[in-house]
């Protein structure tokens, strides 16, 4: 690390300052000199958790390395500005950087300008947010040219460039929060987008009234809770949605279910939840589910990804770098790190158009 740990990243029972700063380098330990930051040795990189884990290095101010992996989507981008679903690094035999799977996931490509937005708040650069810009804009012009009649966004392109006639509600609420933080970047640079002011209010409105829009993934705890951490529900909706489904999901002193019919618990699942309690004033309930995933924490300071409780058994048995980042913006979030506040929080992000004026 290149300076001292944030006072936003010291937890109680949850990271102290000698463990905030081995969780960061556990993140930087997998940065490839090209900036791509892979799940692990060996592993893949998706252009959704390579953002999460960058934004992660910003909340511990690690900028340089944050932007080196903005670089690696601005170069990496394809001209219709999307990106690959997934890229090969450290695989015998595939040369690093290799597209491995072609499909094109619009939450994968959309993600961006959440990251690019929470960078530009992180480090005050508008020279990055000029330079980004382009990368921003192709990559959400792709995503909204997928949307759906009635406000939802076609989950993925096939390696054929075919497009799916239906739609994720995570993803659509990942794209949601992407749309918005675009839009504060256009604000600030300046350069309007009514279509991408269309398309979030037709999408927030899909997200909150209309599920049946979806495809049905509610055994997925991520269908859960990510109308909120998305920022589509806030206020009691948020917590009405958040309670109905805590006892189907969540397994005292172990963390959140990936799949409601699952003994498994994952330290990512379990960490955006935390970020969406705290989005909803739940932040009791957000520090306890993050003192529950530390017997995930592994010494080096990384995070293991899942746990099977039946079984006592780590699976699979591999450290991702999301994980640590998950965790570490939840830690961020709830310490009052400015630019995690402001990405997450919601409130000063613009909202698009009313659902009546779109709709």
Known sequence: MTAAVPAALLLDGVLDAAQAADTVRSILAHQQPDGAIPWFHGGHLDPWDHTEAAMALDTAGEHAAAEAAYRWLADRQNPDGSWYAAYAYGQPGTADGTATDLARETNFCAYVAVGAWHHHLATGDDRFLERIWPTVSRALDHTVRLSLPGGAIAWRQ?????????ALLTGSCSILHALRCGLAVADHLDRPQPDWELATG??????????????????????????????????????????????????????????????????????????????????????????????????????????????????????????????????AALGGDHATVSVFGGEELPGGLAADDCC
Request: aromatic content about 12%.
């Open 202 to 331: 037709r999408l927030r409105h899909a997200i909150a009234r209309h599920p049946e829009r979806f495809l049905d993934k509610d055994r997925y705890s991520m269908d859960w809770y990510y109308p909120v951490l998305g920022t589509a529900l806030r206020g009691d909706a948020a917590t009405r949605r958040l309670d109905a489904d805590w006892d189907r999901f969540v397994v005292p002193g172990l963390g959140v279910r990936c799949v409601s019919d699952r003994p498994w618990v994952t330290g990512g699942e379990s960490a955006e939840l935390a970020l969406a309690l705290w989005a909803a004033g739940q932040s009791d309930r957000a520090v306890e589910i993050l003192r529950w995933i530390q017997h995930l924490r592994h010494h080096d300071g990384s995070y293991w990804t899942g746990y099977v409780y039946e079984d006592h058994a780590i699976w699979p048995e591999e450290r991702t770098t999301w994980t640590a980042g998950a965790l570490l913006l939840a830690v």
């Open 158 to 166: 096939d390696e054929n460039g075919a497009a799916a006639e239906d």
